[in-house]
């Protein structure tokens, strides 16, 4: 299995510009995160999503973030319009929920500046 | 709301030392994971810890479950430099979120 697959891994955008973050879970997985980084805040929750569904968005900064998850395959994190302080790392994670582990498996992150 | 505190924030270690990160949480919890954050990478599941006063060992890693299940700690013997990073609590109280705690980050001087 190819893991997490998130694109793209690096975006350098400019104030104003609409910001679209992709996400392919693992296959199988039922449940999909969406995290934001920065030295200041660490990691934080945004959304998740179980079976296609967004179950908590209070993670989500103001109206300008939104997510989408249409199928079981794929997801998206979009801001519009972008702000310098949205630059940070963005992680999508998948997993399989069970009642047992509920590990969480992380994509390789997208780095976006915007400037 | 749930409220993780998780110390050191940093911790230098020379290598051949031993480190522990602690982990406390404001509420109950239904189990609690550790991840590993490799400089520049991604986060990286370790271990979940579900019962009461449980402790699990990898390799030169210790991971203990506090008997109220609120605190854990994560142990490393005798530190390498591969075991640089950052070292992250995950605590769930039971429904879908995890949230995770500040993370310790570990430097290892050879």
């Known amino acids: 299995d190819a893991g997490v697959i998130q694109s793209p891994r690096h975006e350098v955008t400019e104030m104003g510009q609409e910001v679209t973050l992709r996400c392919k879970p693992i296959?199988?997985?039922?449940?999909l995160f969406w995290y934001r980084q920065t030295m200041m805040r660490g990691l934080e929750l945004l959304i998740y999503?179980?079976?296609?569904?967004?179950?908590?968005d209070s993670g989500m900064p103001e109206d300008r973030f939104s997510a989408k998850m249409p199928n079981a395959s794929f997801s998206t994190l979009k801001i519009q319009p972008s702000e310098p302080r949205d630059s940070a790392v963005y992680f999508c994670a998948s997993s399989f929920r069970t009642s047992g582990t509920n590990e969480q498996f992380f994509g390789p992150g997208t780095r976006l500046t915007v400037l | 709301g749930q409220q993780v505190m998780q110390i050191p924030q940093y911790q230098h270690v020379q290598e051949g030392e031993d480190f522990t990160t602690y982990c406390n949480s404001s509420t109950t919890l239904s189990n609690i994971q550790w991840y590993k954050q490799r400089p520049g990478g991604h986060p990286v599941f370790l271990i979940q810890l579900v019962k009461s006063g449980e402790v699990k060992k990898q390799k030169r890693l210790t991971f203990q479950f506090g008997e109220a299940k609120k605190n854990s700690s994560l142990h490393i013997t005798a530190t390498q430099t591969t075991d640089v990073g950052t070292y992250f609590c995950?605590?769930?109280?039971?429904?879908?979120?995890?949230?995770f705690g500040a993370g310790t980050r570990l430097f290892v001087k050879a």
């Open positions: 999503f179980n079976n296609n569904v967004p179950i908590d």
């Open positions: 296959s199988g997985h039922n449940s």
């Open positions: 995950a605590p769930n109280t039971g429904g879908f979120k995890t949230i």
